[in-house]
DNA sequence: AATGAATGAGGGTTCATTCAT
DNA sequence: AATGAATGAACCCTCATTCAT
């Protein structure tokens, strides 16, 4: 690929992670292109339609929430508190508002590529609660997919424009989350434990 | 008003409920029309636009979420069970589908109607929790805008159709919740506590 | 009639003069029958549809402009004051607003009312004249056609609300008008003198 | 501008001026779409909304008007004949159709381009008006809001559609102005002269 | 490869007219 | 007779996507 074309497409997807976030996934696709400083054909030229610019977007947050689960087990040193960091470095990089655009992006969610980046996303999360788990810090009744939705739900923009104002009570009830997956458990929970495999079947 | 007429006005609410459960805000008004079994100008006599019925939808079910509130502080003697009682009970209103559709609606946020049934659940649910409160049983650093806002969070449905086997996880994580609500609380939450019209302010 | 039937007739015809004057032929109906004081369907009862509602209120101003030509003949001495006094007075009952309306409603300026109502209009306005002419006072190359819609047309309201303030001018116009009909003719006149059947036939 | 665009958007504005003569403001705009031979939304690619389109019209015709207001007075020896040409000739360009519609255009009368060319208006015909006043061939109290009033009001077609037979009639009506103008004024003008800027303010 | 331009389908809303009380 | 309510067709406008330069 040209190199300037290769900016392009990066230009693109940072202008759609930024509308997504503000605005949603309906946002128009002529408006994503003239953020990226681009013509609409070029956002057509690398993503086909939609579905694409979603999935791709989309696979770029989960890289790099899985980079975030894998500093936050490297750098801290005790296991809930790598745990903890890592859930408010999520909600940093709005997995609320981006994660769950994939259930609108037609088939992109059995995407081998999405199937793929899960299972390590899976994986890197699945250490981190091991850790605290074996620790004796995390309830055992929880799994990737509980603590992973909680999250997204959590952080999760209101639709329309403007309510940014609620950014400053998202850790607020991260932290009442993260304070109920604290062992040991108050509550039994009901159902069973969900792995992001599992979720992804539901969808 | 003419009971027919009545008769119609009440189908529509119901049909735009459950749409804007299924499929959200942006529902095509004419299929709203038409699952409530009316022609599409019968909808616009009754609701001048959307914003409107909107905003119509959103009392009906703030009313009802109220009526949970009352419910469980008269009917459970446990207090913090009233509280769980009631959680999950506003789950089950929908209150994650619809409540977020006000941002929605324009200037129906601040409606005089809408900050009344606001403050009348305001009072509600901080009687709830104040009896927890009292008892020992709920940690004291959380307001009622903090519950509402992490329950609302939890329960609101994935974008696009479909991913209704969510439902089932949702309970879950609603325990969760609660177990991070409960006295003692196990750390220090950031921010300050919420009410109702923090919020609406904020939005 | 029932009389409180025609009383809603004539308060139908008087609110629908009002508004097409104000703002044309295409007020929703529901408007002339709200400014009148009725239901809707008591509009329909008493016109079946927009182009009867026209065609009854133009009857209605014919026979006013009717009026105002005799009321002219009798009280004027002066030949050609006659005339000026009844180009102004006719502009006064609004014909430019309400007389074009007539092309607007179907086949209306051919039902037999309106045919005798133009011929008797026709009659009054050509005594006018004659009398003018016989006088000297008029020039001998217009006719009734001529007069009529030359008036009618200084008079028209601009389409659209609020350029009221050109009513001012209309009277500046019309003794324009008035004095190139005066005799003896500045010009000779292009095409042939019209009577009001002409100009029916025409339209 | 691309050709291609170019010649869409000529087509769009013929079309238009056409349509607006025949029918009115009100045209549909898909018709005039298809009426030039695009789409729908190549229409409102180059017109925002109908307003822009309506301005853009009026303003293309007002720059013809004023280039036979340039022609009359470059070409025409006797200064009132110099007037009647134009007058005649403004009426061929359906400045009675077509200026009216300025005031259907929302604020489209007070957009800058709309008032400079009204000024250059005025000034073209205020110069043929003070040469035939010059002259001792125009009645000296009138001005350049009169005239332009006048064969506006005189030259608009009757609202629907067919009634293109009086068109034959109009030069006729023209022509008694032109003798009403004609110096010695026969009789006083109620009210006071009038400017295109005192009109459009009014308007 | 990049892009401005074109397009057709779809949704919101209005309104003339008809229906039911 | 009077009326509030219901309706479907029409129109404006937006936008995802395709085409032509």
Redesign the pocket.
């Given at each position: 690929m040209?190199a300037?074309?290769l900016r392009?497409r990066e230009r693109i997807i940072s202008a759609a992670r930024e509308m997504f976030v503000e605005q949603g996934a309906?946002?128009?696709?002529?408006?994503v292109a003239r953020r990226a400083?681009?013509?609409?054909?070029?956002?057509?030229?690398?993503f086909?339609?939609?579905?694409e610019l979603i999935h791709r977007v989309t696979l770029h947050v989960m890289e790099r929430i899985i980079d975030q689960a894998d500093s936050a087990l490297t750098e801290e040193t005790d296991a809930f508190e790598a745990l903890g960091r890592f859930v408010h470095a999520a909600a940093e990089e709005r997995i609320g508002a981006l994660c769950p655009l994939i259930s609108q992006a037609g088939d992109a969610k059995d995407h081998p590529e999405t199937v793929e980046a899960g299972e390590r996303l899976d994986r890197a999360i699945n250490t981190l609660m091991e850790r605290a788990r074996s620790a004796g810090l995390l309830r055992p009744d929880v799994a990737v997919g509980d603590l992973m939705v909680a999250v997204t739900q959590l952080t999760r923009p209101l639709p329309g424009d403007g309510c940014s104002g609620f950014d400053g009570y998202v850790h607020r009830h991260l932290q009442l989350l993260l304070d109920g997956l604290r062992a040991p458990a108050r509550s039994e929970l009901p159902g069973s434990a969900a792995t992001l495999e599992d979720l992804r079947q539901l969808s």
């Open positions: 040209r300037d074309a392009n309906d946002v128009p696709m002529d408006e400083g681009v013509g609409n054909a070029t956002l057509y030229r690398h086909p339609d939609r579905d």
